[in-house]
């Protein structure tokens, strides 16, 4: 099978088998593909002293990238930067003690000391992963979205979700995953707070180099909603050059304006609270931008009960215009 960057195979139509055969093409051209026991592999594009070090499952490539190959590999081989990716095949949470295996090798070979800048990323169960081996990466920037701090019962037991890992071990190497961010550089914790469950996590996260981002109606996936906003590529980038705070990530963050699944659990909350007047400022400030037939049709519902109650809404101002 010939199939490769450049190839007009739709790799959509490969099947799982042929899809890894693929990866391990370009990874054996690039830097390496290797097999972490059945459950786990590592990709690696070697290029330059600037690594990105993202924790991705099978699944979420094939279904969330345009081209099928990792996020990670694709912002870093555009900008001429080194990338390692671990990928699971099934909901592991990486703990696998081939997994463990490969980053004591890592550790033992100073894999990391040859890079100038590192950056760890994952979300949800790969953000757990990303922040328990960021630390054999000492000083690395880690971006988190969404992750479990642990699945042991005795310090996560009010977390009802994963019930099938309850057997797994949480306290053995690379464990307790906050505990093992604290020889890293800065850390980032993008979490929605009104998900209780993940924000106690990220609430176990929280240390001095430890920077919370919320972000209040983003959703239970952020980590997927920074991709589909096209914002999270900036956030690695800007985080492997250095330049990655968080006034930066706020001034990305202001993408969520036309990403229309914040603004809908936005206006879900405004009805939740009785807040109609507020609820149709944001469905008119959203028709006149976007197109939203929902918002459109959620408006005219408002505007009917406002005239109803012999009110209606304020008329726009635009800038410049007489008040």
Request: proline share 7%.
């Amino acid at each position: 099978m010939q199939d490769n960057e450049g190839s007009t195979a739709d790799p959509r139509a490969l099947s799982d088998a042929d899809w890894f055969a693929r990866l391990e093409e370009i990874g054996e051209e690039a830097g390496y593909f290797q097999w972490l026991g059945r459950k786990h592999a590592a990709f690696f594009l070697d290029e330059s002293p600037t690594l990105i070090v993202t924790f991705e499952t099978a699944a979420s490539i094939r279904t969330g990238q345009p081209d099928q190959l990792p996020l990670g590999y694709t912002i870093a081989k555009g900008r001429g930067w080194s990338h390692l990716g671990l990928i699971a095949r099934s909901d592991t949470w990486y703990r696998d003690p081939a997994v463990y295996a490969y980053f004591d090798r890592l550790v033992d070979d100073a894999f990391f000391e040859d890079f100038d800048r590192v950056v760890f990323w994952g979300a949800g169960m790969a953000g757990y992963a990303a922040a328990a081996f960021s630390v054999t990466a000492p000083g690395a920037t880690v971006i988190l979205a969404a992750p479990q701090a642990t699945l042991d019962p005795r310090v996560a037991g009010w977390d009802p979700r994963f019930q099938d890992l309850r057997r797994t071990s949480f306290t053995d190497r690379y464990g307790f995953a906050p505990d093992m961010t604290e020889g890293a550089g800065p850390v980032y914790v993008i979490f929605d707070p009104e998900h209780t469950l993940d924000a106690m996590h990220a609430a176990l996260f929280a240390r001095p180099h430890v920077t919370l981002l919320p972000c209040r109606n983003l959703g239970r996936d952020p980590g997927e909603a920074l991709d589909q906003m096209r914002v999270l590529p900036s956030v690695l980038a800007a985080a492997a050059t250095g330049a990655f705070d968080a006034q930066l990530f706020r001034t990305f963050y202001r993408a969520r304006r036309n990403y229309q699944p914040y603004l809908r659990n936005l206006l879900g909350r405004l009805d939740q609270d009785g807040r109609a007047l507020l609820a149709a400022l944001l469905c008119r400030n959203v028709v006149n931008r976007l197109d939203a037939p929902r918002f459109r049709t959620r408006l005219e519902q408002i505007e009917s009960q406002l005239a109803a109650a012999g009110e209606r809404l304020p008329p726009v101002h635009l800038p410049g215009s007489p008040r």
